[in-house]
């Protein structure tokens, strides 16, 4: 079975930088899409970015680009998402998904990780 575990989350003042990862089992990058997301208290879940593994394009939603960077490792089936210049904004509980394209509507998702930024 499908399974992602998302790691990496934790408590960033402003301006700082944290690093997510997603670990994949039961399945390899090559031929999947791996998607973050994130949602934070009342809102709605809003995606983040989206990285195909076959060729390493990557999407990012206006509110993260230029701060955010998506990465692969396909030989550890690890997706990472490093977070720079963190906000108190980008306060949210953030998870890892796949699919077969990039898509707001993945088909597995991780349990979700933390983070929280402080001002």
């Known amino acids: 079975e499908v399974q992602l575990v998302e790691s990496g989350g934790g408590l960033v003042q402003a301006g700082g930088s944290l690093r997510l990862s997603c670990a994949a089992s039961g399945f390899t990058f090559d031929d999947y899409a791996i998607g973050w997301f994130r949602q934070a208290p009342g809102k709605e879940r809003e995606g983040v970015s989206c990285i195909s593994s076959s060729d390493g394009s990557t999407y990012y939603a206006d509110s993260v680009k230029g701060r955010f960077t998506s990465s692969s490792d396909n030989a550890k089936n690890t997706v990472y998402l490093q977070m720079n210049s963190l906000q108190p904004a980008d306060t949210a509980v953030y998870y890892c998904?796949?699919?077969?394209?990039?898509?707001?509507?993945?088909?597995?998702w991780g349990q979700g990780t933390q983070v929280t930024v402080s001002s």
């Open positions: 998904a796949s699919g077969l394209y990039c898509s707001p509507f993945p088909d597995c």
